[in-house]
């Protein structure tokens, strides 16, 4: 028999200079940080699936009017402090008092003790743009210059802005011509959103503009634009805020189908805008658990989500989801650009502590 070691051993070393890919395989073997995430409810569910699934989870505090703020922030404590090495948290300050002197100062207080308690940084929310307005009646957009100290005490402080701000596109446009179906169902059960019903709020440009002036004011502010930054429909688009501001990344919260949109019309063009911006790109779910939520239901509607997501980044398999009408092919990432992806881009942009805790 002929020697065949050093064809292997030549094979081996060909493999190992080819790029790496991950399989559905490997789902549960790579740690992973699902980096948007909202648990409102005592529910140890989805604490102990992200330990099965092995992932992190940042919990996100929302100024939405929905669960008083502090409501919300004792429920982050309490994840925190059951699961140390699973769950961290961004917190929220309110405008509550915008038009008093003294607001600032209130603002500051409230993040001081978010940071002491170990809050990865804050979050701002689409309230500001589309709810709040001052007592002349106007909005109050992110630019404001009031927002400076806040913001300067976040910068000093190490700690990260997580900023909603705008909504999709498609809020602007009627429900029978968005592009993707969970935008219109969100929008059809919240009107009051649905800026295509009030064309007297600011307008999609008038937030993304806001948005961009306030990027260039804080040059020195870590940003995390939430839900591709409001540009979702176009890579490009984000591409160019990339470009701009440097010390910006974007999660993909509730938005990776309208990359799985753009899929279908070019796949190579979002495959190539992940691996040239995959140091900005951060994985996020928007997922999370209410108090009225069933645990059960939202632990299999979780994992089946993180599957999926996982399937898309990870395989060039043809596919569809239910927010996408049509099929579109998974991006099969490269598997470092997955890790990053997944994983190191979170620790980085929001400073999470390596090993928990
Ligand atoms: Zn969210």
Same mark, same amino acid.
Request: proline letters at 5%; one cysteine or more.
């Given at each position: =028999? ?24 490997? @789902?549960?073997?790579? #740690?992973?940080?699902?980096?948007? @995430? ?8 989805? +604490? ?10 940042? +919990? ?9 703020? &502090? /409501? ?27 038009? #008093? ?8 207080? =409230? ?23 001052? #007592?002349?009646?106007?909005?109050? =957009?992110? !630019? ?15 700690? /990260? ?5 705008? &909504? ?7 429900? !029978?011509?968005? +592009? ?62 990339? !470009?701009?501001?440097?010390? =910006? ?52 509607? +979780? ?32 598997? !470092? ?21």
């Amino acid at each position: =028999m002929k020697n065949i070691f050093p064809a292997l051993l030549a094979l081996t070393m060909i493999a190992s200079c080819q790029t790496k890919y991950y399989s559905m395989d490997d @789902f549960l073997s790579v #740690s992973k940080i699902d980096a948007h @995430f909202h648990l409102n409810a005592e529910s140890p569910a989805l +604490t102990d699936l992200a330990k099965a699934d092995n992932f992190q989870l940042v +919990t996100v505090n929302v100024d939405n009017g929905v669960r008083p703020t &502090e /409501t919300q922030y004792q429920m982050a404590l309490y994840q925190v402090n059951q699961s140390p090495a699973t769950v961290e948290f961004v917190s929220v300050f309110n405008l509550k008092h915008w038009d #008093s002197v003294g607001w600032a100062n209130e603002a500051i207080g =409230m993040l001081e003790r978010s940071f002491r308690d170990g809050a990865l940084g804050i979050k701002l929310w689409k309230s500001i743009g589309m709810v709040y307005k001052d #007592s002349s009646g106007n909005f109050i =957009m992110i !630019d404001d210059p009031k927002f400076d100290p806040v913001i300067r005490y976040v910068i000093d402080q190490d700690k /990260t802005v997580l900023g909603h701000l705008g &909504e999709p596109k498609n809020c602007w446009l009627p429900l !029978d011509q968005m +592009t993707v179906n969970n935008d219109r169902n969100y929008f059809e059960e919240h009107p009051q959103y649905h800026m295509f019903l009030h064309p007297d709020y600011p307008s999609y440009e008038d937030q993304i503009n806001a948005r961009d002036r306030f990027l260039e004011r804080n040059p020195d502010m870590r940003f995390v634009a939430a839900h591709l930054a409001s540009l979702e429909w176009d890579v490009d688009e984000l591409a160019k805020r990339f !470009d701009r501001f440097p010390n =910006m990344a974007a999660d993909m919260a509730a938005r990776i189908c309208h990359l799985q949109f753009q899929s279908k019309a070019d796949r190579e063009k979002v495959r190539n805008f992940f691996i040239k911006y995959q140091d900005r790109l951060i994985y996020g779910t928007d997922g999370g658990i209410g108090p009225s939520d069933d645990p059960e239901e939202a632990r299999q509607s +979780t994992h089946e989500k993180w599957l999926e997501d996982w399937k898309y980044f990870t395989t060039d398999d043809t596919m569809s989801v239910w927010e996408v009408n049509g099929e579109f092919r998974g991006l099969k990432l490269p598997a !470092d650009v997955i890790d990053k992806v997944y994983r190191t881009n979170a620790i980085k942009w929001f400073k999470i502590p390596e090993g928990g805790e």
